[in-house]
Each structure stands twice: as C-alpha cells, then as structure tokens.
C-alpha cells in the first residue's frame, strides 16, 4: 500500500485531524511554557532581590522588563567552549537529555478540564519516570567534561536524585490511593467529589514530604548541592558556555515548574475551586479553570524563591540524612495512615 493510499482510506482523516490538534496543542504548551521560563529568571531576580531590599533588573527595558530577552541574546551569540579532552558525543547530549526529559514531563499535565497533551492511565508513573531521566543528563555532563568539578557535580546528582526519587514517590502514593488512579485528570476529578475538596488537607504529611523533594528533584536551595558555587565553581555545568549552558538552565526552570503543576494537581485541586469557596463567593465560577491552575502554579514557584533568599545551603550529609532518615520514613507513615483511614471509613 503506498502512503497516499494509507492517507485517503476511510478513517485517515479522522487520524490526521487527531494528529493536527495535538501537535497544535504541543505548540501551544511550549509557546507558554517558554515565556514563563523567561520571566521566571526575570521575577526569581526581582522577588529575591526586594527581600534582600534592592531593586533587581532595573537597566534593561522598563522595570528591568525585556532583561530576559537580553540574557537570551547574549548566551545565544556566546562563544561555545568545549573542553579538549571532553568526550563530545555524550558532552552535546547531555543537555538535550535534561531538556527533552523536562519538556516531555509536560505532556501528561492536564493544565485545564479536556486540555491535555497524552491524557493516560500512568501519567503520575510517567513523570516519575521522565524525571529520573533527566537527572542523567547532570550525571553524563559531569563525566563527558573532563573536570572534577563537574564529576564531583555529577556524582553528587545521582546519588541526590536516587535518596529524593523514592521520597517523592512515596508521598504521592497516599493521593495515589484516595484517587484510586495514576490519571493526572481523574486525580483532580476526584477531588472535586471529596469533602475538602483538595488533597493537601487530609495529605498535608505528604505534601510536606512532597515539598522538600521537589526542592531536591529540581535542583534548587537549599539543595543545590550538585552546582554548589562555593564548592564545585559551578558544577556538572563548569565546563558549558552559550546555548548548551543555556539549555541546563531552561530544563532546571522547566523542571521547577513542572513540580509546581504537580503539586496544584496532586494536592490543590487542579483547575477546580472548592466547592465552600464557591457557596461563600458564588463570582468565582466566572473565573477560567486555567487561570486557577495557573495561580496554585505561581504559589509553589513563588515557594522556591522564598526559599532560596531565606535558608544556607546544607551540607552534603545533612543532605543525605534528611532523604533517608527524615523523608522516607515519613512518606511510609502517610501511606500507612492513608491506607487505615480508608479501610475504617470503607
């Protein structure tokens, strides 16, 4: 059968009408998601910077406004150094990896009701997964750069995502089994019908757990222990300059949002309002379920600079002991406790 005659058959247009509107819809996410890395960068400098009382970006544009466009240009017009002795091959990847590993996390977040890029049964399991994998690209960067800066960088990273990974997991396994699902979207639906409808009330040790691993996942302070400037220059990334250097620091702000759009799914309803605001403040329904996910999303990142301005660095075996003798036996607890409550309330 030829191509064109696979094309024409009945039902072919269906499929490409299909094919169309996702990859419509995956345009349409990175437009947004890309815009929102930028001045991500911009209002991480601004808020940090009030809290410290100083002005922040001020030069370029009003307010300091297009200074984002101006660290694109310069990073995209920098010379682009490798290292003599670097293995090339895994030295170019390496950031494809943490990218492409970011970006693709974002597939299965529901960002408002039927909007969805692959609505599938393990989407939770999925991220989990992507999220794993992006950590090798930190991990492959330090070993290709021929640095021990960057190897040290790079080995910190693995052992860091291997302690938080299963903390992480674990805490989402308490909304795992009050959904009954791995469905980002039937997570969110199913909060709607429970009576605080958000998770974060009867899961708030989880989502504590939950918290302090995104900080780790993501690479953010107080956890920054892969970059570690005072230590390690700068890190797995040491040894990269111009767009590769760049394409690090878009999948770490990727990934920080992406950890925010699972916290707003997972815990806080998603693009749904509690049905007790609604009954107070009945106006609330006007407002576009997209512009709530988007308000719980900019709370979580607002977290992470918060963070960042306000507590040091910890130390690579405080570290440690928090994932596995504070986190993980927490995350055990949560589900304990979650799995008692449902079987006396069944």
Known sequence: MSVFEAVVRPGSFDLLINILIILV???????????????????ERKTIGRMQVRMGPME?????????????????????IIPEKAD???????????????????AVIPFFED????????????????????????????????SKYAFLGGLRSSAQVISYEIAMALSLVGVM?????????????????YPTGIYVIPQFLGFFVFVVAALAEANRAPFDLPEAES??????????SGMRFALFYVAEYIGMILMGCIAATCYFGGWTIPWYLLKVLPFLKYIPGV??????????????????????RYRYDQLMSIGWKLLIPLALANIAITGIIKVMVK
């Open 25 to 43: 819809k995956i345009a349409v996410v990175l437009a947004v998601v890309m815009f929102h890395v930028a001045y991500a960068t911009y209002f």
């Open 60 to 80: 370029v544009g009003p307010h300091g406004l297009l200074q984002p466009i101006a660290d694109m240009l310069k990073l995209f017009f920098k010379e682009d």
């Open 88 to 106: 090339r091959t895994i030295f170019y990847i390496a950031p494809i990896v943490s990218l492409a590993a970011a970006m693709s996390s974002l």
């Open 115 to 146: 909007f969805v890029i692959a609505d599938i049964n393990i989407g939770l399991l999925f991220i989990l997964a992507m999220s794993s994998l992006g950590s090798y690209g930190i991990i492959l960067s330090g070993w290709s750069s021929d």
């Open 177 to 193: 089994m009050m959904a009954g699902s791995l469905n980002l979207s039937e997570i969110v639906r199913a909060q709607i019908e």
């Open 231 to 240: 230590e390690l220059v700068a890190g797995y990334f040491v040894e990269y």
């Open 291 to 312: 512009i709530w996910f988007a308000l719980k999303v900019y709370f979580v990142v607002f977290f992470y600079y918060w963070v960042r301005a306000t507590l040091p």
